[in-house]
């Protein structure tokens, strides 16, 4: 199934990219999503605990299982004043 | 009561039916404390002052830079080292000679929020570090007083209410301060200067709506890509075991949050005027960077510093041994800690700033 990412803040910076479309298999969770997104980075235990999730118009816990044509923002928390 | 004067400078806010004569003495009657006098800071206090918030109070510790001035227009370029509370306060009461403004020229520390939080109407947060902005957080939901929160990072922004009536706050989406990996450098990400003069507006927005009760307030955070002209928002909930706002609430009395950047605040890496004195008099002094504008040297320079501006501060000291001492100064010993900050990114293991900068060291030792 097809899925849409959105990457916020320092995500952009960190995987390089803004946005994405991607075709997942189904029963995915985010977090699983999450980890196969940040596979390249370090600590990434520590990131997924200080990032939250929105899917559509609602935040979500990472145990929510995507479904078809899902838009995902992962949203970092952010401190630039 | 207004006066006549004051009639005539709120006359199109007593025209809208949701404001009217006694919307206006609502707004005259709120106190509402602002934390934070730059980029978000700017516009909240510029557009809350001028829609007539009766007592603002404006709490910042750090003083006005010339980078700042991209972003943070409630200050001007002749308040250039001067506290950013008075800078702004100046301002304000240029604008509206009609509210009253107090200023602190202080960080928003445990032992301020334990006295003056309870005095406010609203909250708005517009600092740029997370202990701030979880001390505020957990500051608001203990004294029950709403939180307008707005950040921002490069092209990006969010705006979030937090706290209201008792609603979602912010360690309901994020428990607790983040890795340091998610904060790699606390050495300031550039930023477009329009883009929090537009977060900043819209915390401005929510604040007064608010004060007034006026339409729906989001509890939800607003995302905003100003590259890609987009915003976004998201429904808050509030999380059954919040940290601060649940029944199963850990934190119940303010404490303070350490997650400064490491070199923004720790003592060690200041050297006080005598040190550096004592240290250029040794047998292995010290290479001294005036780290100031060029315009500055007019007034005053000493004589054996080597002069790298801020802006330049990375490429002027490219050529320089790494791990020799260097000691920093600017005016007063603020921009000399940016400068650190800086040159420690580019592998400089052996920084000092001079605490008080030149001013401190010529009221002292003269010239040289
Ligand atoms: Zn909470």
Known sequence: ????????????????????????????????????????LMDRDELLESTVFAVNSDYEDCDYILKEGDEIVFIPPVSGG | MFSKEEKNFYQRHFLLDDIQVSGQEKLKKSKVLIIGLGGLGSPVATYLGAAGVGSLTLVDGDVVEASNLHRQPIHNYQNIDKYKVYSAKEQLEKLNPFIEVEAINKHFDVNLAQTITSKFDLVIDCTDNFSARYLINDACVLFNKPLVSGAIYKFEGQVSVYNYKKGPCLRCLYPKPPSDSLVPNCAQA??????????????????????????VIQEKTLLYNALESSFKSFGLRKHKSCPVCSSKATITKLTAIHKECKMNTLKEFEISIDQLKEKLDGTNPPLVIDCREHSELEVSRLSFTKHVPLGEIQIGTEDLDKDQEIVVHCRSGVRSITAINLMAQVGFTNLKSLAGGIIAWTNKYGME
């Open chain 2, 190 to 215: 550039g930023v477009l200067g329009i883009l929090p003069g537009i977060i900043g507006n819209l915390q401005a927005m929510e604040a007064l709506k608010i004060l007034l009760n006026l339409g």
């Open chain 1, 1 to 40: 199934m097809k899925i849409q990412i959105e990457y916020f803040a320092i995500y952009r910076d960190l995987l390089g990219i803004s946005s994405e479309e991607l075709e997942v298999s189904d029963g995915l969770s985010i977090k699983e999503l999450f980890l196969q997104k940040t596979d390249a």
